[in-house]
């Protein structure tokens, strides 16, 4: 989606001849159309090998008036694997079917977050997948 925004310009001219002075005016229109651009990328992931915590960060920019979510999509977890996500200052508990809504936004954004991933108790290696979608 495109927004246009109109810019008026005018200009006034004065013409001096000799014996008669008068003034006019020039008017011009230009418009300009800005693309929509949302982005979301992370930071490489570090896992610190002691506690198994994985730490990143976040830059989320959008110039949309339209609302978008951040998710984190995983495979489905079984009944005794836990993981936490905290992006910024909130933690939430993924979902146990895979698609996690982590934040939503509201209106045009820039922001970078500092995001940690704790997993409990896996059977399996787990990927996290994050992403910016429109809502």
């Given at each position: 989606?495109?927004?246009?925004?109109?810019?008026?310009?005018?200009?006034?001219?004065?013409?001096?001849?000799?014996?008669?002075?008068?003034?006019?005016?020039?008017?011009a229109?230009?418009?300009?159309?800005?693309?929509?651009?949302?982005?979301?990328?992370?930071?490489?992931?570090?896992?610190?090998p002691?506690?198994?915590?994985?730490?990143?960060?976040?830059?989320?920019?959008?110039?949309?008036?339209?609302?978008?979510?951040?998710?984190?999509?995983?495979?489905?977890?079984?009944?005794?694997?836990?993981?936490?996500?905290?992006?910024?200052?909130?933690?939430?508990?993924?979902?146990?079917?895979?698609?996690?809504?982590?934040?939503?936004?509201?209106?045009?954004?820039?922001?970078?977050?500092?995001?940690?991933?704790k997993?409990?108790?896996?059977?399996?290696?787990?990927?996290?997948?994050?992403?910016?979608?429109?809502?």
């Amino acid at each position: 989606m495109l927004r246009t925004a109109m810019i008026y310009l005018s200009t006034a001219c004065v013409l001096a001849i000799p014996t008669v002075a008068s003034a006019s005016e020039i008017g011009a229109e230009v418009s300009a159309s800005v693309p929509e651009v949302c982005r979301f990328e992370t930071a490489p992931i570090l896992v610190d090998p002691s506690t198994g915590v994985a730490l990143s960060s976040a830059v989320e920019s959008c110039n949309s008036n339209r609302s978008y979510a951040i998710t984190a999509n995983t495979r489905a977890l079984s009944q005794n694997e836990a993981v936490t996500l905290r992006f910024g200052q909130t933690p939430v508990s993924l979902d146990a079917g895979g698609s996690t809504v982590i934040k939503r936004s509201r209106g045009p954004s820039f922001r970078v977050s500092d995001l940690e991933l704790k997993a409990e108790s896996l059977d399996e290696p787990l990927m996290v997948i994050l992403a910016m979608v429109a809502v």
